[in-house]
Structure formats: structure tokens, C-alpha cells
């Protein structure tokens, strides 16, 4: 009978996040589905200076069996996604990993949070009935593979990308606020200064001196991330959404690039032609299910 050992951390070690790769990579592998640890970012975001837990281990001697993180950007909704061993399944590992969570959201006073999985996993039953989960949306995961010849053929009259610094913070507000519908909100701030040492560089479009947008974009492990792509909506279908992701392709071909990845609501029509259109792949779809941090009579 194996001893399992449950530990909740602050940040990750080196040493447990080459371990959580290499789980993920297993995980993915026997299931043939996709996961959104964001284990990259997720190291450089939480440095352990918070009293926050993020991370929720479980080990088995000394291997990692059983991962959940919680991954938080700005004042949203905090996302949860972990894995279980392929040879440690039906073990309750996952059950008491998701109540160190709720214990945690809880005394955040996060009174919700989603809870993410893979469209095709099987893993949504769960979800959906032992956690009363609601889905709340699904993204597609896209890819463009990049190709060196790609620098040649791109074509950038209108625009450029200007690296935002800490004054951008409310543009960045208002545009987070305009994409979502919502009134600005004080919280939810994106410190690009802070954002650009957790490896996220947020860069504003400008159309000679107007700011017309913006685009988060990251870079680790040969891959470039797509993420905050905006245009406001009197600037929109004048080619510069198309321009932008030239640029984007363009600085990760400069960083040794091979591929590009990002995620699109499904029902982000005009967002989703745009990427197929310009070469982006569609691998895999994430479901987002809201999930309430008490249980009060699920469970
Ligand atoms: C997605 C977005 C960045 C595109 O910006 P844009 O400047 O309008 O893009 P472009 O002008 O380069 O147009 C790109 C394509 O979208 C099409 N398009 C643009 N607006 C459209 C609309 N309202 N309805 C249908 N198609 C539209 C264009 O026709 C063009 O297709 P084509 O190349 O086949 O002609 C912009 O719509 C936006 O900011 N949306 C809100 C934020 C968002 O959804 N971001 C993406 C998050 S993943």
C-alpha cells in the first residue's frame, strides 16, 4: 500500500517543477489531451512572498503523483488545473487535492473559481457532477508553426509595438475593461513591469502616436505565447489585427521561435477566423466549468 504525502507550497522548487514537467508530459501523453498548468509562468509569478498557496503536491516516496495549481491573472477568477499519475488513479489523490484548494480559495474569500479541463477528457463527468461544475466557456488552443522564410513575406506599413511600462497601466485597464464588457476595476491591475519579470511583456499597438491596442506575448522553451490581444473597436477591420500578429510573429522569429501558441473563446468568431486565416492551427479545446469554493450540499 503506497504512503501518500499531501503539501501545499508557496512557490515551486527547481526541483518540483522539472518533476511536475515531466508528470504533465505523462499525463498528456496516456490521455492524449491537452493541460494548462501554466507551470512556466507560474514559476516566475509566485516568488513565495505572498502568504498564498499555489501549488498542492502529492508525493509518493519521493516522486510527484499528483499535482493542482491555482493561477491567478490580475483581479480575475482564479483558475485550477491538475493532474493525477496514470498509475495512482482512484486513489482519492485528486478528491483531497481539490479540498486543499477550496480550503485555500476559501480563506481567500474567493467565494468561486473555474476549474479546468480538457473538452475530450473524461475528467468533465467529474466536474460536472461530483462538483456541481457549470460550464462557463471553452477555448480553442491554437498553433502556428513558425518557418524562417515567414520574415520574409511579412508587410508592416500602419503599425508598431511599443513595450508598455508601469503609466500604462490604466490603458491597460481600459482596454481588459472594454474587451470584457465591464466597468474598470481598481483591482484588476496589470503592472507590465511586474508582468514583463514573470515573462510576460505587454506591448501597446500604436498607429503613429495612437494607442489602437495592445498584445501580452511570452517566450520560453522555443515557443512564443499569444495572450491580451485587443483592438478597439473603431480601429477594428483596417488590417491591423492582421498587422499585429505579423509583428508578434516577427519578434519571437528574432527570439528563435518555433512555434506559437494561443487560446480563443469558441464563440469568438471574428477572433478565431482571423488565426485560422493567418496560418494557426486548432489542437485542442479547454472547458472552463465554474466551480463554488463551498461545497455547501455537493459533495
Ligand atoms: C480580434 C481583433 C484583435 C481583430 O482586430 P482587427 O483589427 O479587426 O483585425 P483585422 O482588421 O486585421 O481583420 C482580420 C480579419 O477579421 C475580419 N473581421 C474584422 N472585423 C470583423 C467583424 N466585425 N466581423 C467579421 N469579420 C471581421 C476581417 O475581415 C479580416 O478577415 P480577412 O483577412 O479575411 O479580410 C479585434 O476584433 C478585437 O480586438 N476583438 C476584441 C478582442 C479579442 O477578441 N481579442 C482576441 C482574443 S483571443
Redesign the pocket.
Known sequence: MEKYLFVEKYCLSETDFRNIKELEKTCKDYDNAALKLELEYRKNANTGMSDDYNDFICYCDDDIVGYVGISKFGGRLAEVNGVVHPNHRKKGIFTYLFSMIRRELEKRQDSNFLALCDNLSPFKNVIETKYNGHLDHI?YEMFYSLNIKDKEKQKVQNIELVKANNQDAMEIRKQNS??EGKAIVETDSIIPEEEEKKGMTVFLIKKKHLT??KIHLTFEGKAGG????????E???????????YLAKNYFLNLGADKIF????SV????????K??GFVTESAMAYYLVDTNPKTNI
Open positions: 477555448e472594454i474587451f489602437v491596442g499569444i495572450f491580451g490581444f485587443f483592438i478597439y473597436p480601429y477594428r477591420g483596417q488590417g491591423l489585427g492582421k498587422e499585429s500578429l494561443l487560446q480563443v473563446d469568438n468568431d471574428v477572433a478565431h477566423q482571423l488565426y486565416s493567418f
